[in-house]
């Protein structure tokens, strides 16, 4: 009788350790964000690929992470803010996916990285930048495709990180940032 008891509380704990661990790993996997792969670079042809704004073209031979998903969103979510133009000519090449505009490089908009982004849910929102000490509200008009790169579908570019902010010079401007500068900056955003 005391070894039965003794088994079925041996077992019962090692059933509550397995959930436990269980629930652990799910969600390890849920929660954390690791790579979804990665593409490999091939030198793009002749003019088809936009340097403007000193944006990069994927490197022949260099391999890029990709990424479906970015850190969880909280109300300071870390990212790399950088410079973007959506101007007709700007580098992304194509209108701003969520209303399908150009944009001047006065406005207050960005693009988030695509796991943010949320299959476009976030278009049109807006959001808070804390950084350089100061806060700018800007509008999200397009999603930074961290899914994918270095192909005709992407414009030759490489893939963006999954923790990026993409800006106009407006924002840069309105956070004080001095000009020579306007390339990275660990910002903090939430929704506004
Ligand atoms: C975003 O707003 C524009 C109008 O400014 C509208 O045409 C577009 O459908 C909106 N996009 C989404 C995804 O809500
Ligand atoms: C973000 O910025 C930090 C500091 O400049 C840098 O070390 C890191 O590589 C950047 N991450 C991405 C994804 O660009």
Same mark, same amino acid.
């Given at each position: ?5 003794? &088994? ?5 704990? *090692? ?58 969103? #909280? ?22 996916? *969520? ?13 988030? &990285?695509?796991?943010?982004?949320? &299959?476009?849910?976030? *278009?049109?929102? #807006? ?44 924002? $840069? ?8 500068? $306007? ?5 903090? $955003? #939430?929704?506004?």
């Amino acid at each position: 009788m005391g070894t039965h008891i003794a &088994s079925t509380i041996f077992l019962l704990t *090692c059933f509550q350790f397995l959930i436990i661990t269980n629930l652990f790993i799910v969600k390890v996997h849920t929660c954390a964000c690791h790579s979804g792969g990665e593409v490999t670079g091939h030198a793009p042809p002749p003019g088809a690929c936009n340097t403007a704004d000193s944006s990069a073209c994927c490197a022949d031979g260099q391999v890029y992470d990709i990424y479906d998903c970015s850190p969880p969103v #909280s109300h300071h979510t870390k990212a790399n803010l950088t410079l973007q133009s959506f101007n007709y000519g700007g580098a992304g090449g194509q209108p701003a996916n *969520c209303d399908g505009q150009y944009h001047s490089d006065d406005d207050l908009i960005v693009t988030l &990285s695509t796991g943010w982004c949320d &299959s476009g849910r976030r *278009c049109n929102k #807006s959001i808070n930048i804390r950084g350089n000490g100061r806060r700018v509200r800007a509008k999200i008009v397009d999603e930074c495709v961290s899914s994918g790169g270095c192909d005709d579908a992407h414009n030759y570019k490489p893939p963006c990180g999954n923790t990026i902010v993409r800006a106009t010079k407006a924002v $840069w401007s309105k956070l004080g940032v001095p000009e020579t500068q $306007w390339n990275t900056l660990v910002i903090h $955003w #939430s929704g506004a």
